[in-house]
T-cell receptor, first 113, second 109 residues
């Protein structure tokens, strides 16, 4: 158990809708990253938040956005859902000052129909 | 283009049959190489971090090694409970991890 919790665990959305995924980071961790993992692939970096600001972004369009709150929890928002957005969305937390190892939650499975 | 390649894609072993998984990378400015284990439907579980060529880390039946361009995960006398997908990731630019596609290991009793 990493102490990183994500919700919801599974959800189904219709193309064009919007979705919000939530993550609570491990106690003592101040940095949150989000990853997308398609079936049979490795996780792909979406973005990272540190001190409530975006601190790096991968090759994802602006309809993928996020927030980090003062308690270091985070949200991932995806607008105008497309079928290809169907994937496992992983949240990972770390402590910026204690090295770079990231610890993952169990993920949120998103299916877009 | 920066890349992380893992081989083989899938590996079937008999219980007790030792083998190695490979992770090669072309990322410049490597700041760490990480190994994770992922069980079906679960998030990746952290195993090891390696920072410099020549470094080795061990945990139970697993041993990770690092050279300038690749890393190996050696599995000694594996058991069925070692069956999982093993992911390699390189840390680039302080905050961006590049993951390989993983090696799916199946250990038969």
């Amino acid at each position: 158990e990493t102490g990183v919790t994500q919700s919801p665990t599974h959800l189904i959305k219709t193309r064009g809708q919007q979705v919000t995924l939530r993550c609570s980071s491990q106690s003592g961790h101040n940095t949150v990253s989000w990853y997308q993992q398609a079936l049979g692939q490795g996780p792909q970096f979406i973005f990272q938040y540190y001190r409530e600001e975006e601190n790096g972004r991968g090759n994802f369009p602006p309809r993928f956005s996020g927030l980090q709150f003062p308690n270091y929890s985070s949200e991932l928002n995806v607008n105008a859902l497309e079928l290809d957005d169907s994937a496992l969305y992983l949240c990972a937390s770390s402590r910026q000052e204690s090295g770079n190892t990231i610890y993952f939650g169990e993920g949120s499975w998103l299916t877009v129909v | 283009e920066d890349q992380v390649t893992q081989s083989p894609e899938a590996l079937r072993l008999q219980e007790g049959e030792s083998s190695s998984l490979n992770c090669s990378y072309t990322v410049s400015g490597l700041r760490g190489l990480f190994w994770y284990r992922q069980d079906p439907g679960k998030g990746p579980e952290f195993l090891f971090t390696l920072y410099s060529a020549g470094e080795e880390k061990e945990k139970e039946r697993l041993k990770a090694t690092l050279t300038k361009k690749e890393s190996f995960l050696h599995i000694t006398a594996p058991k069925p409970e070692d069956s999982a997908t093993y992911l390699c990731a390189v840390l680039y630019n302080f905050n961006k991890f590049y993951f390989g596609s993983g090696t799916k290991l199946n250990v038969k009793p």
